[in-house]
């Protein structure tokens, strides 16, 4: 049993005796209040993890959770468990140590999700909200901000910021629902239905590899992957940002109103006033004085319709947490798409080394949630060379996790085989100019996404690992699935 210090109500130890004391021989720190906790874990804040504990322990950490258990044995002296119990016991505070990065534009980061206890279907099934594993487990968090600095050692990151998390109450309105969705489809026997997709701020992650993390659950023989509670990576970058780099976001909704309303019903109720009304008309209303066929009209129609005129989207407090992004879509008069969609250029360097898991593009639709803004074209033909351009409204969507673990798979494996293998590039002359040509996967390829190029023009041109160069290429999901999506 480690040795201990109980710290008075009243917080008069020198914290640097204390450091001087611990670090020649680990003690085991209680504290009476969460103002001592506090107090004592800022103390951390400059040094790095090298100088919080003897670094042979660091040396030896290999997982994930690994600096988390660091800080938890050597900065504050408690044997590492698994239990469902918060580590500060006494107080109900569970501690988490977590990374954030700085990006090239200078903004910082979360660099993960953080994840929190493993969900155990059986139990988890049969119990409220308040009396769930989660809430037990998290309902006040003692975070550990750490900068995450490339090619350098892990006891050379820096811990930049503490924090004890209570959830605000908008905070918590919105997950709560969000563990109602997860547990939802526990109780219905769809635990291997669940998707991070499905939820805002509070994600159920995997937990573990393959075969060998699968768990029963209950009302339903199939296995399911083992899970964890996680705060979304957008969530944890919001608190980085709000917190260390003192940003600003701004709410269009409050606790009240969430009480009784998901995000989803309240993004509709913003919008349906104006569905119907043409582009030039919603213009305006709303005194957007701008080309509404330039890409600024999107962003400047979403934000006035919410009651928040000019923020940026990336400010707006919501979308920012649950990692929300827009996209327009023009139907033809048929009910379908325009054109395809298309998302972010390929970076081949960096797919031939991912394994599926761990992949962008799965990432990237696993973990986003997009509101699509919705136009329409009501005649065929052009009328005085225009035609006018009408709303049709919003949808907030995700992608099923079987689409992601079938089709968009089903894609990544397809390319990574060719850029192994058996990536064709030709080039046919017509009417005078070189046209690029291959053999990815086309519209025709699975029905949901394919690969086509997105570039300035023909020279526009990417390095691929084996040297050779390829006109820019992005994933695109087909316009018939935007067209099924939309029903």
Request: charged residues 30%; aromatic residues 12%; hydrophobic residues 35%.
């Amino acid at each position: 049993m480690l040795p201990s210090i109980i710290l008075g109500s009243i917080f008069l130890i020198d914290y640097n005796e204390l450091v001087g004391n611990y670090l020649k021989d680990v003690i085991s720190v209680k504290f009476g209040t969460e103002e001592e906790l506090v107090a004592f874990s800022k103390g951390a804040v400059g040094k790095t993890f090298g100088q919080l504990g003897k670094s042979d322990r660091l040396l030896n950490l290999g997982n994930k959770g690994g600096l988390g258990q660091f800080i938890e044995e050597s900065y504050f002296g408690y044997e590492i468990n698994s239990q469902a119990r918060p580590d500060f016991e006494e107080l109900g505070v569970e501690l988490k140590v977590t990374p954030f990065k700085r990006n090239k534009n200078g903004s910082l980061s979360a660099k993960e999700r953080l994840v929190l206890n493993i969900i155990d279907y059986m139990k988890e099934a049969n119990t409220e909200f308040y009396s769930s594993s989660f809430w037990k487990k998290n309902e006040k968090l003692m975070l550990f901000f750490y900068e995450w600095i490339p090619d350098v050692n892990k006891e050379e990151y820096p811990i930049t910021y503490t924090m004890l998390h209570r959830f605000s109450t908008s905070d918590l309105e919105v997950i709560k629902k969000d563990w109602e969705t997860i547990v939802s489809k526990i109780r219905i026997g769809k635990a291997h239905e669940i998707s991070e997709g499905d939820t805002n701020y509070l994600g159920a992650c995997t937990k573990g590899a393959t075969k060998e993390s699968l768990r029963g659950q209950p009302f339903s023989n199939i296995k399911a992957m083992q899970r964890a509670y996680s705060l979304k990576q957008s969530y944890m970058t919001s608190l980085v940002r709000q917190n260390i780099y003192k940003e600003k976001l701004i709410s269009f909704t409050n606790a009240n109103e969430l009480k009784s309303k998901t995000l989803d019903n309240i993004l509709l109720d913003k919008f349906e006033p104006y569905m119907g009304q043409t582009d030039y008309e919603i213009a305006e209303k709303i005194g957007v004085n701008l080309n509404v066929k330039s890409k600024g009209f999107v962003p400047e129609l979403i934000s006035a319709l919410l009651g928040i005129k000019g923020t940026k989207l990336e400010k707006i407090e919501e979308f920012s947490k649950a990692n929300i992004q827009f996209k327009t879509i023009r139907l033809e008069p048929n009910g379908k798409p325009k054109e395809h969609m298309s998302f972010e250029t390929i970076k081949f360097d960096e797919l031939v080394n991912e394994e599926w898991e761990n992949s962008f593009i799965r990432y990237r639709f696993a973990e986003t949630k997009f509101l699509f803004v919705i136009f329409e074209y009501k005649e065929t033909v052009l009328q005085n060379s225009i035609r006018k351009l009408y709303f049709k409204g919003v949808k907030l969507w995700n992608m099923p996790i079987e689409t992601i673990e079938k089709e968009i798979k089903q894609l990544w494996v397809d390319l990574r085989e060719k850029l192994e293998k058996s990536l064709e590039i030709k080039y046919i002359e017509k009417g005078g100019k070189l046209i690029e040509s291959n053999n990815l996967p086309k519209s025709g390829f699975n029905g949901v996404a394919h690969i086509r190029p997105k570039a300035r023009d023909g020279s526009d041109k990417v390095l691929l690992p084996d040297g050779r160069r390829i006109t820019k290429q992005c994933y695109w999901l087909n316009n018939t699935y935007i067209k099924d999506i939309l029903g």
